[in-house]
């Protein structure tokens, strides 16, 4: 690594270079310096860390320290044989354009000065981390307490899909605001791979950025107007990547967006410390071993000076994403800051802290540049320990998770978009949207409230329709009939539609099959759906199931011991055990996952095994 160095004046440097691990607090090089260069070769035993650094002019008219450190150089060594299941992310770019800040033609701030740069070199000194240091508390912690973690400069990422390959987990940190779309490409397919990403940060990937000049200038013309690539290539325009030529929303990655965030600026920062988040799902594995309920508050302090959000519905009583801004429909709320008063002192909004599926991987968001000042805070210090276990690896950790309550539910069964449920009466029908948000269920409207409902024993729906057997609820009742009603949270009567085994306590149709168990004699019966008077033949042995669903054009029960499976063809082959799962009541399936309500009221979901 080569740096070229002079003094003050311009002449050539008499001095001393010290190279610190900033992470560690540990000075690992020192040299004198003559002349105007220096070479560093990183020596193989050095850890991969971020360093930096620092030359000093001894002569006596050495200039006094400047507030943007142009006597540093910031770089991070990366692992020459990764093995750490953790990758952190330095965000260099956010530090290179904050760089001068206000110095015409040095810096891309302040945004809307027309004298500011829209190209800035990235091998000049300098560019450091700002004077609020956001990311170093939680790098300092990450080394406090011993976590195995590997450091990469954010434009390592650029073209980063080797390097992620060898982790399990990305962490973002602190203010990571300006991405290129390498950088997007290469953490997206990272993680719908099956990698996991933590963003401990605020204000992440606002703008997009290019690379030029063989990666030695970093482009920002903030308006696509003044970008000469929007016309040829608009994908890459450097806008907002929620903006008009890219529309590429960033929470359809991060699942939040400084849109819907807050910003406190200048003498206004000084509400930084006043601020906490409200719990929101406190049953949710991010809380694990917290002891915090709904409601309560925690993380004062850690948010600001920039926030994120998702655009929420509350008309559930339940914070929800809406969608409409890009957040992921997977997308589990957590917990939420109101901070729509911080318009007084920049930009009004909320914190929304939250987790949600990106194909088959998991983000976590933070949503705050400042999480990190937080961690003196013991349910902070557990959140952060809960996500970087589960993401990376590090700790075993159950296929399924908790995604909102199920109280006394008898039977489970979606359709049409909607998670219907049969309470433990045998009598009120419930419904829900099949969703990962903890929302409550509330009742189908009943038709004739005179009459006693039917009792039922059990639910099920097609995953599609397939003539003539439309889309509809199935049940069983207690006197061994099938009903059917049409899949809606209003009224609707059940309609006959034939016998079912004697003493059927679960349902499914897959193929235009339906599918009986029986569990006094153990036995799957089968018959076609569309012929409500043939009979019913025994297929074998059901395993001792309890609950049974299709999911993927298979079969799946409850096992005594957990899931089993068998394909759904007239045979008697039998079940076989899929997964070990915990105990539950009922069992459902709808987009790729099954859904199951446990003795402990609540409601799980779990990948297919």
């Not at 000049?213 to 308006?223: A, F, I, K, P, Y």
């Not at 993380?299 to 959000?309: I, N, P, W």
């Not at 901070?339 to 920049?346: E, K, M, T, V």
Request: with cysteine; proline share 10%.
């Amino acid at each position: 690594m080569r740096f070229e160095v002079t003094a003050g004046d311009g002449g050539p440097l008499t001095g001393r270079v010290l190279v610190t691990d900033v992470v560690a607090g540990r000075v690992r090089a020192a040299a004198d310096l003559r002349g105007t260069r220096w070479e560093l070769t990183v020596p193989a035993h050095w850890p991969s860390s971020l360093y930096r650094a620092s030359f000093h002019d001894l002569r006596p008219e050495e200039p006094e320290p400047e507030r943007d450190a142009e006597h540093e150089v910031w770089f991070a060594v990366r692992a020459a044989r990764p093995a750490a299941p953790i990758l952190v992310s330095v965000p260099f770019a956010t530090w290179r354009a904050y760089h001068r800040a206000g110095q015409p033609g040095r810096s891309l701030y302040y945004a809307e000065q027309p004298d500011r740069a829209a190209r800035v070199a990235l091998d000049a000194p300098g560019g450091g981390p700002p004077p609020e240091r956001w990311e170093e508390p939680l790098l300092h912690w990450l080394h406090r307490t011993g976590r195995p973690v590997e450091f990469c400069s954010g434009f390592d990422l650029d073209d980063g899909g080797e390097l992620l390959s060898a982790h399990r987990l990305l962490v973002v940190n602190g203010h990571d605001e300006y991405w290129t779309a390498g950088m997007r490409d290469s953490v997206e397919g990272f993680v719908r791979r099956g990698g996991n990403l933590a963003v401990f940060a605020g204000n992440t990937a606002w703008w997009q950025i290019r690379l030029e000049d063989g990666g030695r200038t970093m482009v920002c013309h903030r308006d696509a107007a003044a970008d000469p690539v929007a016309a040829t290539d608009p994908a890459r325009a450097t806008v907002e990547w929620s903006s008009a030529p890219v529309d590429r929303p960033e929470n359809t990655m991060t699942g939040v967006s400084f849109r819907n965030g807050a910003g406190a600026w200048g003498e206004g920062m000084a509400v930084i410390g006043e601020e906490a988040y409200t719990v929101r799902f406190a049953d949710h594995w991010v809380f694990e071993g917290t002891g915090l309920s709904d409601g309560d508050t925690f993380a004062r302090g850690s948010l600001g000076y920039e926030t994120d959000a998702a655009e929420l519905d509350w008309s559930l009583g339940v914070p929800r994403p809406t969608g409409r801004d890009g957040t992921p429909r997977s997308f589990a709320v957590l917990a939420t800051a109101d901070l729509r008063h911080w318009r007084a002192y920049g930009q009004g909004g909320w914190a929304t802290l939250g987790v949600h599926r990106l194909g088959a991987g998991t983000v976590f968001n933070a949503a705050t540049i400042n999480w990190g000042r937080a961690l003196d805070d013991p349910a902070v210090d557990r959140v952060t320990r809960n996500v970087l276990d589960r993401l990376s690896g590090t700790v075993p950790a159950p296929r399924w998770h908790t995604v909102g309550p199920a109280p006394a539910l008898r039977a489970l069964a979606a359709c049409e978009g909607t998670l219907f449920a049969l309470a433990a009466d045998g009598r009120t029908l419930l419904h829900r949207e099949p969703s990962e948000q903890n929302l409550p269920w509330r009742p189908c409207a009943d038709p004739d409230p005179d009459p006693a409902p039917v009792e039922l024993r059990c639910l099920t729906a097609p995953r599609e329709a397939c003539r003539p057997v439309p889309l509809a609820l199935l049940a069983v009742t207690t006197e061994d009939r099938l009903v059917h009603r049409d899949p809606v949270t209003g009224p609707a009567p059940w309609r006959d539609a034939g016998p079912v085994p004697a003493g059927t306590t679960a349902l499914a149709l897959c193929d235009t099959t339906l599918f009986a168990l029986t569990p006094h004699d153990d036995t799957l019966h089968h018959r076609p759906a569309q012929l409500p008077d043939a009979p019913w033949t025994a297929l074998g042995g059901a395993g001792k199931a309890t609950a049974l669903t299709v999911l993927n054009a298979r079969l799946y029960a409850l096992g005594p011991d957990g899931l089993l499976s068998r394909p759904p063809v007239r045979t008697d082959e039998p079940f076989r055990p899929a997964a070990p799962f915990p105990p539950a009541t009922a069992l459902a399936a709808h987009a790729g996952r099954l859904l199951a309500a446990t003795p402990d009221g609540r409601l799980i979901s779990h990948p297919p095994a």
